[in-house]
Structures are given as C-alpha cells and as structure tokens.
C-alpha cells in the first residue's frame, strides 16, 4: 500500500516536497516511482528511482529542478519539487513495479503493480 501527501497550491517558483509511506509489501526490494497526471491529459512519468537509490531518472521537464528519493528504513519515498511553475500542475502518484530488482519496469506505468491515492500539486501563476 502507498499513501502519497505532501501536495498543495504554491506559487510559481515555489518548492514543494512529496512524501510517500509503503507498507505490506518489502517496497526496499522494487524500484519507485512519481507519475503525474494534470487535466485532461494521460497520466505520464516523473521520475524513478533503484531499490537502493543509486539510480534515477527524470522526464526532460523536470531535470535539474526535481529530485527523488527513498528510505527504505523508514519505508518512505520522496519527491522534492523546486522552481516549480503551472505546467507542473498534476494529481502526483507514488508507484511501485510489480517485479523486483527490474529498474527498467519504473518509467512504463504498465509495468506499476501498486499505485498510491495521489496528491494533488496545483501552481499558480
């Protein structure tokens, strides 16, 4: 189970930073990710990290402003959020592969096995 908070409204330039809590499954095992999902549109990948966090990757949109993390011995998941503006507008969704220790199964939401509820991040102008 994922249970994602952290979201709000902020400004343009803002920071804001995501948190998302595991339990049940031994989340340490399987690679994490944010998705987003803003009005009217598909849900699309934010970004992902490894099982042990030394690997991750971000859509083009985001680089150098977004940044992912886990504890895996606090069960956590994070995303910190910087110089965000309205495009980054979304429900956030924390997720969670269904096959361990395969990274590449993270940015393919096809391949999430568990979702959270989502958080809703809206940015005004």
């Known amino acids: 189970q994922l249970q994602a908070s952290g979201g709000g409204l902020v400004q343009t330039g803002d920071s804001l930073s995501l948190s998302c809590a595991t339990s049940?499954?031994?989340?340490?095992?399987?690679?994490m990710a944010w998705f987003r999902q803003a009005p009217g549109r598909d849900r699309e990948f934010v970004a992902a990290?490894?099982?042990?966090?030394?690997?991750?990757d971000y859509r083009e949109a985001v680089k150098g402003r977004f940044a992912i993390s886990r504890d895996n011995a606090k069960n956590t998941l994070y995303l910190l959020m910087n110089s965000l503006n309205p495009e980054d507008t979304a429900v956030y969704y924390c997720?969670?592969?269904?096959?361990?220790?395969?990274?590449?199964?993270?940015?393919?939401?096809?391949?999430?096995?568990?979702w959270g509820q989502g958080t809703l991040v809206t940015v005004s102008s």
């Open positions: 997720a969670a592969a269904g096959r361990p220790y395969v990274y590449s199964d993270c940015s393919k939401s096809s391949f999430i096995d568990v």
């Open positions: 049940g499954r031994t989340f340490s095992n399987y690679c």
């Open positions: 990290i490894s099982w042990r966090g030394n690997r991750k």
